[in-house]
């Protein structure tokens, strides 16, 4: 690793990290509460990201793709139960689960004719979207050797 | 609508990519040690001789306290010209009756804004620019305890300003997002009725800028407690720290009041909540809690201040703080005291008289705390050998300042009194004499007190001295003018004031209006000057050759940062740094006065 050092172990006393997690912040919030479905996910995207990889500069946590998957699933998790707020999902499953997709995916589409379900939405793909990534970077990480 | 949400799509993925391009040449993380594993401590990495980056990529990347209180410095110097234009364009427009510049809507969108972005975007970011400076060195800690959150704090501002400026940026894109409208108070149906999509944007804003005042907040209260050096004990704690730390605590139990308060406001506009709405908590429930943050504000603001004036008198009257015990109790006791008088802002709202009264006895039983400081500033002073730099100066009129301002709030805080003066300039007169008269006077104070050691540089005293002059004598002629407007019953935020002569004395009125806008021209002068003094100092004046420009060792009051700045001075003379022009400032003279 001393070949090629990155910028915060040259420097004592610099991150790269706490700008882009003020950023990831900002847009997040602003594409929630706007309605703005891309910058919600964009904005989740970036704070998740650069959470996680502040965490693990500080030394926090060891493996940052888990982190970003653990995060991901935080905010599916909360994204699953604002949507639960509209929608029936116990019923809508166990009745006709791929009619409940179809609405879901209509959401996803037109998330600005849905006041509530499309920021729920938004929080859960952007959940899902981390966690896909987190777990295939961990899966990633696994099979390369730690330098 | 479809080809709106790909653009958007397609903006987001490539702000993504790029953050993520900037972040792998910045950093390699497959460096990264565990810390646990005791290797990844910068020095055996072999790289880490240089202390910072250069450029601009230091000042995006800092977590160093005193960088990371430049930049809060800069960004609340930013927005002091920002809202002091607004001010500017307020005071310009009411010189004649009918509105001399601007449009009422305009009007109202610069008079909500000034408060804001005064409010919160200068003056807690200049207490926040001095605390972190210098409190980590004034109790000798090497840095905050927390300097990655410390950071995070700082990077939200610039977003939440752009957000709460948004509305004027847009408004002439004519999509439909205007500056918001609501007066700083954003009093609720209001703010809730007001469909323009630039009121979000500015709560957004603002509620970010909260989210960095907490940070902050706990960053401080953990160093304070944690990063003390072994020599400085709970008693001989400095004065500034103090009240960094008291104000701390206030931040920690107001501001995720306000976050609350706002996000409960945005849901009302946005997603047809009601928690604002009649059938729901009404209009009043906003009051309570927009005031039980917005009156441990003043205290929030005014401490810090408070505490740079103790710092700084004692040092040009040559003698100790009088009291300091006494000092340090009524900052407690001032901070405790504050949650309990926010419906002093409510008299008039048709509350239960039996809880009017309790407000206004808590409310006036401040002024007993408050007397104390003002009271020990005065026997500091008292038969002290006085020596009247810029930074005493301003001391000096944040005392006179102070006692106006609060003397007109004791007045206020009496229900009948009250009742008459609601909503008038006379309240206005009576919180800027505070705000501008107190709390901006303390950060000049700071910002002379301290040039040298954040510079390297001496200010030109004379430049100084006129900008002290013209701020004090702008100050009192337009808020003492607006005092009497408000005894002549001129109510507050109006954009026009063409009353019908039986209602109110137009002429007098108008030429009360005439002498505050002149007082305006006067304090705009006087921050030109200041601009100047500090950039073009602070660019081209000579460095100072001694680590005691004020003459402190002399009296035995050469404190730990000026330890600090010593050690500095030593240590660049040591390597052969770049300091061989050894002038003292103004070109020969020495500095002490």
New interface residues.
Partial sequence: MDEQPGLSDQYRMASPWPLFVALGLALSEVGIFMGLFPVAVGGLLLLGGSVSGILRESGYVARPWRTFAQLGGFFALLGVIVVGTQVDLVTAIGTDPLALMGTLLGVVERPSNYAVLGRGMAVVVAGLMMLAAGGTGSLMARSTPQP | ??GE?LA??V???L??VL?AA??TR???????????GGA?A?GE????H????GGI??W?????HK?IGMLYGTYAIIAFAVGGIMAFLIRLQLISPDGAIIGNQFYNAILTSHGITMLFLFGTPIIAAFANYFVPLLIGAD?MAF???N??A???LP??AL?IWGGFFTAPLGIGIDAAQTSWTMYTPLSVEQAN?GV??ML?GL??TG?SATMGAINFIATIFTERGDDVTWANLDIFSWTILTQSALILFAFPLLGSAIVML?LDR???TTFYAVEGGGSMLWQHLFWFFGHPEVYILVLPPMGIVSLVIPKFSGRKLFGFKFIVYSTLAIGVLSFGVWAHHMFTTGMDPRLRASFMAVSIAIAIPSAVKTFNWITTMWNGRLRLTTPMLFCIGFVSNFIIGGVTGVFLASVPIDQILHDTYYVVGHFHYIVMGAIGFAAFAGLYYWFPIFTGKMYQRTLAKWHFWLSMIGTNLTFFAMLALGYLGMPRRYATYAFDGAIAPLAQITLYHQLASVGAVILLVGQLIFVWNFVNSWLEGPATASADPWNLKETDQFTKEFDWYERKLETAIADGGDDDDTLVADGGESVDE
């Avoid at chain 2, 990495?45 to 880490?48: I, P, Q, R, T, Y």
């Avoid at chain 2, 240089?50 to 980056?53: G, R, T």
């Fill in positions: 609508m479809a949400q958007l799509t903006l987001m993925g702000l993504l953050v900037v972040l910045l950093e390699d993380w497959r460096s990264y040690t565990p810390l646990a990844g910068a990495v072999g790289h880490a240089e202390e910072k980056p990529t230091r995006l990347t800092t977590v160093d960088d840095d300097p990655r959150i950071a995070i700082f990077w939200l977003p939440g957000l999509p979000d944007l957004l509620h970010l989210v945005l946005n997603l047809a």
